[in-house]
């Protein structure tokens, strides 16, 4: 069975950094591209970053310069360093994966992406 799991989330004031991480079990997606969401409370979820098997790159705007998402093909983890964080940055963010193999788009969609994993609270406190 197939599971993306994060960790790393938590509670802290404005301006702080925190680092998730998502460590996938019961297959390597080091051929797949794999992004980040978030859903803040009574919001729809939403796209943060994406990162290709080649290490290209997407973010959305609001994210842009102070969060960093890089994948480790050792450890078979994605990572989303996130710096500067603003109250407007609490939400649950959520791993994903594209099934396909070898694809050079990245997209910010939800429906491009086909494994996610249960999500980990961030809270920023003003």
């Known amino acids: 069975q197939v599971q993306l799991v994060e960790s790393g989330g938590g509670l802290v004031q404005a301006g702080a950094s925190l680092r998730l991480s998502c460590a996938p079990s019961g297959r390597t997606f080091s051929a797949n591209n794999m992004a980040w969401f978030r859903q803040a409370p009574g919001k729809e979820r939403e796209f943060v970053a994406a990162?290709?098997?080649?290490?290209?790159?997407l973010y959305t705007d609001s994210v842009k310069g102070r969060f960093t998402i890089s994948r480790d093909s050792t450890k078979n983890t994605v990572d989303l360093q996130m710096n500067s964080l603003k109250p407007e940055d609490t939400a649950v963010y959520y791993c994903a994966a594209d099934s396909k193999t070898g694809s050079y788009t990245l997209y910010g969609l939800l429906g491009k992406y086909d494994y996610w994993g249960q999500g980990t609270q961030v809270t920023v406190s003003s």
């Open positions: 990162i290709g098997w080649s290490r290209n790159t």
